[in-house]
């Protein structure tokens, strides 16, 4: 090992203690051979000595332990510049622990007559009673009083706060969460670091349908400058209803951006009611208006460079006009803190991490692109799903079964954003697009569990002559409804493509292997694609929407490429009132302790219900088709949802933790399916009657009992205890042994696979069976 001596000249200690002296100019040498080779082998070394005579009376093993310290000062260098990194962040974090125990500490004390640390200072109204209509000076007065109840939430004591549930601060989390408790409406506030200059993070932030998935669109009607070089915005804004059951909200905004005293900037926002004087936006059909309390973001510029940035966001979102088992998901601050306000902290920091590491990702695309595919995906399914008049769609009578609804689009928008005229000889593929939805209540299984098994086992619920039908419509040729040309597309690939710096969504490209049974079917494409969006699959997250949504995709994969997105989309229904106690969040030491799953939380918390986790799965499927067979395709639309809807609720209740304890008076853990209690029965049972272990007691604590269980190689079958026996569960093998899969193995019964023998001899024989 050689070490440079500390005063900086060029003598290098050797491992035998010895030192080494180069001259300038060998150490230029050197440093121009390091930058072209930092690791050379030792052939390559000799002739890079050769082609370099002034290294020529150095030793080989001389210039070897140089490289090698050349590396490690590299190392070093790169971990220093890390490691300031870090102290800038946990400095800034300090600050914000230190700003929010002090914030805590008047909260404690109910001491409200200093509000803010930021608030002093700010501009005093003109009047006792200032003007409160639409001219230049009641709009400011509005705004005014905004900035400063928006202030005194952010840093204040104005609204009593309790953290969020699971959320820790520290240098690499997300920031400092909290929800409110006990006041109107719904709210919740972040603080938190991001990577980017003040003026960058009000730009982002502005501009709320990119990062906001909810939101259909905000207009700014009305631009108004004021004195003191702030800006006042008339603004509306629609959001997306979330499900088939309600109606979407809209608001009647102020927007006020402005910068305070202590350099600041600041961007605060309220609803404008006609009891306010101010100017109105009359009603919109389809939507119901709802509140914005004083609400926006507080961004500091940080030492080193970045900001700091609170986040307010405070609603009522009008529950009353809802169905009353949807009210918990307009009632709960914690939704609004997973849906809103911790998606623009996720946002600006993933736009932070793009920005210091702009490099190429999978399939040649830059993350930029692939978020903003991600964007398309999950805009285009809220498109469906809500079914706006204004964009086109239209509403088809149904089969007086109201379970699925059908919806047609013809409008020319719609068609040119797929792009589904094409040239080559070929008509127009499809000039209409179908959309059927349907929403239902599940009972006690997870979100996150239940997503991951659709996405995991796509077979299960999906059809093979859909998925080569849905792919076909948006490519060049022609297509029919009709089974016979299609491949039977069953092997399933998940390519992943992207995913967010936490990890909470994913894109991917799902891969399915189509295998042709005719001669004519290997014209087809042997493969179809699908561009796929997950989210919401953390277990121990609160209040997380989790969603799957996919579109068939060209091989070409093109930016432009067109997309019907379809998919799932489950919303956990949460109590309303939030049983936390705000005292819990005056030791910030202890946030810092949180590390156990949130789950158990969730589990206290839904103990009123007797531990059932309810939620709210919406289902949306886009069908491109000619517009002569629009019956036969809304047929076909609604039969295969209503088959979808059949399998997801045999595997919510497969996976539903209540299932089998329900009869042993037990109850699994939140989040773990009912085959791990099964997988325990099926073990005791074989060792209590049988005298010997099904599995080797070497693998406990070295691999789940379940997964053992599931990948032993002989075939276990559990049946039910009935007159007609029907199996209930099975391993990999018992389901490769019966040519079935898990969700199918209910409808078999051992009636069917035995012969008429087979039958005679089970029936005489089960009776002792169940007595053994």
Same mark, same amino acid.
């Given at each position: ?191 938190? %670091? ?37 800006? /006042? ?208 209540? #599940? ?222 008076? #037990? ?14 029965? /099926? ?6 009657? #049988? ?17 053992? %269980? ?63």
């Amino acid at each position: 090992m050689s070490m440079a001596c500390k005063d900086g000249s060029n003598k290098h200690l050797m491992d035998n203690g010895k030192y080494v002296r180069y001259t300038p100019e060998q150490v230029e040498a050197l440093e121009r051979l390091y930058h072209d080779c930092p690791k050379p082998s030792s052939i390559r070394r000799q002739q890079l000595i050769r082609e370099c005579p002034i290294l020529s009376n150095i030793e080989p093993r001389q210039i070897k332990v140089w490289f090698q310290n050349r590396r490690c000062r590299e190392k070093q260098r790169k971990e220093s510049f890390r490691l300031q990194g870090v102290n800038r962040k946990l400095t800034a974090m300090n600050k914000l622990l230190m700003e929010e125990n002090d914030r805590l500490q008047k909260q404690a004390t109910k001491d409200t007559s200093c509000e803010s640390v930021v608030t002093s200072g700010q501009h005093n109204m003109t009047s006792q009673h200032p003007p409160r209509d639409a001219s230049p000076a009641g709009l400011l007065s509005i705004a005014e009083e905004t900035l400063a109840e928006f202030l005194s939430k952010a840093t204040g004591t104005a609204v009593e706060w309790v953290q969020m549930p699971g959320m820790k601060p520290g240098p690499d989390s997300i920031g400092i969460i909290a929800i409110s408790h006990g006041c109107t409406g719904v709210a919740a506030r972040a603080c938190g %670091l991001v990577g980017l200059e003040p003026t960058r993070v009000a730009e982002i932030l502005k501009d709320r349908p990119l990062w906001f998935r909810d939101c259909r669109a905000v207009d700014i009607v009305n631009v108004l400058p004021t004195a003191n070089g702030g800006t /006042i915005e008339l603004l509306y804004m629609q959001l997306y209803a979330p499900t088939t059951l309600a109606p979407a909200r809209d608001f009647w905004l102020l927007r006020y951006t402005s910068v305070v005293e202590d350099g600041s900037l600041v961007i605060c926002e309220r609803s404008l009611k006609n009891t306010q004087n101010g100017p109105s936006m009359p009603p919109v059909p389809h939507f119901v208006r709802a509140d914005m309390l004083p609400s926006g973001y507080l961004i500091r510029p940080c030492e080193g460079g970045g900001s700091i940035i609170h986040i307010v966001d405070h609603m009522d979102l009008e529950p009353w006009s809802v169905p009353e088992v949807l009210r918990p998901l307009y009632e709960s601050p914690t939704v609004l803190a997973q849906k809103t306000t911790m998606a623009a902290l996720r946002h600006l920091r993933q736009i932070s991490h793009e920005v210091s590491q702009p490099n190429v990702t999978g399939w040649g695309r830059r993350p930029a692109a692939l978020r903003a595919l991600s964007q398309r995906l999950s805009r285009g399914f809220n498109e469906a799903l809500n079914g706006f008049t204004d964009e086109g769609w239209t509403m088809m009578g149904n089969d007086g079964v109201d379970d699925v609804t059908i919806l047609v689009n013809s409008s020319p928008d719609k068609l040119m954003g797929l792009n589904l005229s094409f040239g080559n000889g070929f008509p127009s593929v499809s000039n209409a697009v179908l959309c059927a939805k349907a929403s239902m209540l #599940l009972q006690n299984v997870p979100p996150a569990i239940l997503l991951r098994f659709l996405r995991e086992h796509r077979s299960e619920w999906a059809d093979n002559n859909m998925d080569a039908y849905t792919a076909a419509a948006i490519k060049v040729g022609p297509c029919s409804l009709t089974g016979s040309r299609i491949g039977n597309y069953g092997g399933q690939v998940i390519l992943p493509l992207a995913h967010t710096i936490e990890h909470e969504e994913f894109l991917e490209v799902i891969k399915l292997d189509g295998v042709a049974h005719s001669p004519e079917e290997t014209m087809m494409a042997r493969e179809l694609f699908l561009l796929q969006l997950c989210s919401g699959m953390d277990e121990n997250a609160i209040g997380t929407c989790a969603e799957l949504i996919f579109a068939p995709i060209d091989a070409s994969f093109a930016d432009d490429a067109p997309l019907l997105p379809s998919g799932f989309r489950i919303i956990p229904l949460e109590s309303g009132k939030e049983a936390s106690s705000p005292n819990r969040t005056l030791d910030l030491a202890s946030a810092l302790d949180v590390g156990g799953p949130t789950g158990n939380r969730a589990s206290s918390d839904n103990a009123g219900n007797s531990g059932c986790v309810r939620s709210v799965m919406t289902i949306a499927f886009e069908f491109a088709f000619e517009s002569h067979m629009q019956e036969n395709v809304a047929c076909m639309a609604r039969q295969y949802v209503r088959s979808i809807i059949s399998s997801v609720q045999r595997v919510a209740l497969a996976l539903s933790p209540s299932h089998l304890s329900s009869h042993a008076g #037990l109850r699994s853990p939140l989040g773990t399916p009912e085959a791990q209690t099964l997988a325990h029965w /099926i073990c005791n049972s074989y060792r209590c009657y #049988l005298g010997v272990d099904l599995l080797k007691s070497n693998n406990e604590g070295k691999e789940p009992l379940l997964k053992s %269980l599931w990948h032993h190689s002989d075939a276990v079958l559990c049946c039910t205890l009935k007159a007609l026996p029907v199996f209930t569960f099975s391993n990999q093998a018992g389901l490769d042994m019966l040519e079935t899969t898990l969700v199918a193995l209910q409808d078999i019964t051992l009636e069917k696979i035995f012969d008429d023998h087979g039958r005679k001899t089970l029936f005489s024989e089960f009776p002792q069976i169940i007595q053994q």
